[in-house]
């Protein structure tokens, strides 16, 4: 394999196959919605730009389709954080296959209390105006949580703590399409509201694409904005 080419994980067996082996359903009340289409996953993450070598802290991994196409862009280290222990099995199968090409961190838990800097505190931290930190946040929010997490994060840059006290880490995540078109809503546009003034006060934000609703099991009633 050359230096630049990207990992690819031995053979295993697909998203969805092993969500009907081990039998993982959506839970409704946390809002899960899997995506299974390689395709997909691997364009959200090359949205996140260059990860070879750098670190990435994978939000509500679910089954693991992001993961696989996070860890085939060869990031040095990478922590998945996820609330629900049921995909462990699942997780624990994608740390296995990829040790000794990723360093992968499993943390069973909450992600608004996740100590960002007690997981990656071998990363030196970069003062606010120079280039970003080698630093990744990735993640298919569930809907009931984005926007009460992306206001906690911003308050967080502000104060540039937890994964903005090593600079001006990036995040790559998925809204609700009417949620995405608020972050991204210019002065005068009929979705302008209190989320874009805060979101565009301390971020460069863009929307990228949109996910079909079709794309994720179960189907959400709306579709998806990166």
Known sequence: MSATASLRLPPLPTVRDL???????????LS?????DERITDKIVKTAGYLRNHYVCEVGPGPGGITRSIINRKPKKLIVVEKDNRFLPTLELLKESS????DVEIEIGDILTYNFEKGFNEIPKHNWYEAPPP???????PFSVSTYLIVKWLKEISL?????AYGRTSMTLTFQKEVAERIVAA??????CRLSLMCQTWCDVEHKFTIPGKAF?????????L
């Open 32 to 36: 899960q919605n899997f995506l299974m």
């Open 160 to 164: 540039k703590t937890s994964a903005w």
């Open 217 to 225: 099991v179960p189907k959400p009633d709306v579709d998806v904005g």
């Open 99 to 102: 040790a000794g090409h990723v």
């Open 19 to 29: 969500v009907r082996l081990y039998r993982l359903r959506a839970i409704k009340q």
């Open 135 to 141: 630093l990744h946040i990735i993640g298919n929010l």
């Open 187 to 192: 002065v005068a546009d009929k979705q302008r």
